[in-house]
């Protein structure tokens, strides 16, 4: 059984720290992983995707991925309370029908 | 570009009618994907569709729902006799025609939700 983890939270910062989300997922086969924000009563939005091992950055949003231990991360920089949202994160695996295995999320609250 | 449209946005239905949720991809786009969300839970993936081909309705409770993905038109989620336990948002979401590493993420519509009196 192919599983995605993410810690439940709340994840709780204060405004201007950085916000560090972390997934597992137990495929060494796995390819391509994907980072969504769900604002609530919204559906989730597309944040970052990162395929090769190592840190991927765009504006205040870093995507890290370590293959060798299974783990993808999301760090987000000068977090803002507009940042408050569930965090999904999700993971291709070739040979699944182009679905993605989806994690339950992790909620943060980012405290002004 | 447009994005990923569904409608309606917000259905109410009583006990026993049916659902028809609607979903058009983004231009470009010939996967779709249906999610059901219920209140505080996670995403539950349903069903995944080409044109005019189911590709994986493992998600997909045996009674009662359909999908369609026809070769012209919207895609259709489809709730036959719909019953309180259907009350749920369901998420439409669309990837890329493309094949390779980095084409397989997904685009969410708004959402219907779907609420049974």
């Known amino acids: 059984q192919k599983e995605v983890e993410q810690n439940s939270g709340p994840l709780s910062v204060p405004e201007g720290a950085i916000a560090s989300l972390n997934c597992t997922y137990s495929?060494?086969?796995?390819?391509?992983f994907f980072w969504y924000r769900q604002y609530s009563g919204k559906s989730p939005e597309l944040i970052m995707f990162?395929?090769s091992n190592g840190d991927k950055e765009d504006g205040r949003f870093t995507a890290q991925l370590n293959k060798a231990s299974q783990y993808v991360s999301l760090l987000i920089r000068d977090s803002q309370p507009s940042d408050s949202a569930t965090y999904l994160c999700?993971?291709?695996?070739?040979?699944?029908?182009?679905?993605?295995?989806w994690g339950l999320g992790t909620s943060l609250a980012v405290n002004p | 570009n447009a994005g990923v449209m569904q409608n309606p946005r917000h259905l109410v239905r009583r006990r026993g009618q049916e659902a028809r949720l609607r979903c058009s991809p983004m231009?470009?786009?010939?996967?779709v994907y249906w999610y059901r969300q219920l209140p505080e839970e996670g995403l539950k993936f349903m069903v995944y569709?080409?044109?005019?081909?189911?590709?994986?309705e493992s998600g997909m409770p045996k009674e009662r729902f359909s999908a369609e993905f026809p070769k012209e038109g919207p895609s259709i989620l489809r709730i036959q006799q719909v019953v309180r336990g259907d009350s749920a948002a369901y998420f439409c979401?669309?990837?890329?025609?493309?094949?390779?590493?980095?084409?397989?993420?997904?685009?969410f519509g708004p959402g219907t939700r779907l609420t049974v009196t």
């Open positions: 979401a669309s990837s890329p025609s493309r094949v390779g590493t980095g084409s397989y993420e997904q685009y």
């Open positions: 231009k470009g786009h010939s996967h």
């Open positions: 569709l080409q044109k005019e081909n189911i590709i994986d």
């Open positions: 495929d060494r086969g796995s390819q391509s």
């Open positions: 990162i395929y």
């Open positions: 999700a993971v291709f695996y070739a040979g699944n029908n182009r679905k993605l295995i």
